[in-house]
């Protein structure tokens, strides 16, 4: 049982799982010094491929609202078909709060099966270092088919209830989607910041930056998200009334 456990340790008997989880901390708080260096550039790449993401996603939206017929069941918008209030916001956060922790940990994901797993991998042997070595490129699988099953999702999900709401208000789903873009645009680039830290990274091959730009893009995003949440509930309604006359 020893030698089994020694085959799995360096020489000072340290675990290999222990190993990998101490360079893990050790990448994080290497990248988090270099980009407290220069923020620029990092925060740069994140906003504008967040802000592709949110595009695809309007546009995917905008052509599903086109291209579907109004539910006939009413659609309630917060604060327009309701009186506003604090715990509407709250309502939003929390919708909000868990699409930005599905993305979260597509990113956490992303740092286990590209940097953690490889790494621990090497210090295996035989069958179990096949396995580590396949459980990388799995998950990474799986975390993609995820994030293109959230994406075509809310392009459905919000599609549909644009379509209705644009019915009800009678205005074209295109007036509709630039009335409430001063929430939402924000809202989906704050939702997708993860995401596109995870893009970013599996193209420049950079995992061992993900447990980083999870813990940023997320601090980040959430004082978004607060604001916004507010701006839907208390201004947004007033900006539908206007546009539907």
């Known amino acids: 049982m020893k030698r089994g456990r ?3 340790a360096d020489a000072r008997g340290v675990p290999a799982s222990e190993l990998a989880l101490v360079q893990g901390i050790a990448h994080t708080r ?15 790449r994140w906003f504008a491929g967040s802000l592709a993401i949110s595009g695809v996603l309007l546009s995917s939206v905008l052509i599903v609202a086109s291209a579907t017929p109004a539910d006939s069941t009413p659609f309630t918008f917060p604060g ?8 509407q916001v709250l309502g939003v956060l929390l919708r909000n709060g868990l699409v ?5 940990m597509a990113c956490v994901a992303g740092f286990i099966a590209g940097s953690s ?3 621990e991998a090497q210090r295996h042997r035989g069958a179990w270092r096949w396995i580590h070595e396949q ?9 993609s088919a995820a994030t293109a099953f959230s994406l075509l999702t809310q392009s459905l999900v919000l599609g549909m209830g644009t379509s209705t709401l644009a019915t009800q208000l009678d205005v074209s789903p295109g007036l509709l989607l630039v009335a409430l873009l001063p929430h939402a645009l924000p809202e989906l680039v704050a939702l997708f910041l ?9 193209r420049n091959g950079d995992w061992h930056q993900l447990l980083a730009a999870t813990v940023v893009t997320v601090v980040l995003a959430v004082p978004i998200l ?10 947004t309604p007033q900006v539908l009334r206007w546009v539907a006359g």
Request: glycine share 6%.
């Open 6 to 8: 020694d085959r799995h």
């Open 80 to 87: 327009l078909h309701t009186d506003p209030s604090n715990g």
């Open 117 to 119: 797993l490889p790494a």
């Open 194 to 202: 993860p995401l596109a830290a995870w893009i970013i990274a599996s």
């Open 30 to 44: 290497e990248t988090l010094d270099t980009w407290n260096d220069r923020p620029g550039p990092v925060l740069g």
């Open 226 to 235: 607060v604001a916004v949440a507010f701006v839907e509930v208390y201004v």
């Open 100 to 104: 930005l922790a599905l993305h979260a």
């Open 135 to 143: 459980a990388g490129p799995l998950a990474i699988l799986f975390v």
